[in-house]
């Protein structure tokens, strides 16, 4: 007499890519190459939420790609593939918007989001005029040049939560004016 039949369990995404990078390291080469294309889509989506339909996507989504293939010896096999593989992505979108000189920082506030590009197409030398010199310096430092919190506080001299404190109070301001 046969028992009940049994079904194949659920696979979603991230089991996916974990089931195909085990195989991949067990020397699969299909598999790899579905976990590439597995990655590459995931990735599109993922980098598309955050900078458009941009001419420069699938150059970004294929920087991703090539780090993952070089990193991969960094994965711990029993982690799940889809945190590490969203973190790459993260440091190449951070990497492509200090290329472009637009930051990534995103302050949150109870109602919602301030994202520096909302001053996209103002005139950010007027804005920043308005700030106490302060907080001027700090995201002409962070937002502009590129530098990281910890650099521009280096560069100025003081410590790492005061330039964060001068980034954020000075992204909070200018948001104020703009929208005054």
């Not at 194949?8 to 991949?24: E, F, N, Q």
């Not at 002409?140 to 910890?150: D, Q, V, Y």
């Amino acid at each position: 007499m046969n028992g009940p039949a049994k079904t194949a369990p659920t696979v979603t995404s991230g089991d996916r890519l974990d089931l195909l990078m085990a195989a991949a390291r067990a020397g699969d080469a299909a598999a790899y190459r579905d976990f590439l294309g597995e990655a590459s889509q995931r990735l599109r989506a993922t980098l598309a939420r955050k900078i458009g339909a941009d001419a420069e996507l699938e150059d970004l989504v294929q920087e991703a790609l090539i780090a993952c293939h070089e990193k991969r010896h960094t994965l711990d096999p029993g982690r799940p593939v889809a945190p590490w593989l969203n973190a790459i992505a993260r440091y190449k979108l951070i990497d492509h918007w200090r290329k472009r000189g637009r930051s990534p920082i995103v302050l949150a506030e109870a109602d919602g989001e301030i994202a520096a590009d909302e001053f996209a197409g103002l005139d950010i030398t007027a804005l920043l005029g308005r700030l106490p010199h302060a907080q001027a310096e700090a995201i002409r430092l962070t937002h502009i040049e590129g530098l990281t919190n910890a650099e521009a506080s280096e560069r100025v001299g003081i410590g790492l939560s005061a330039m964060k404190l001068r980034v954020h109070r000075g992204m909070l301001r200018l948001k104020e004016i703009v929208d005054g």
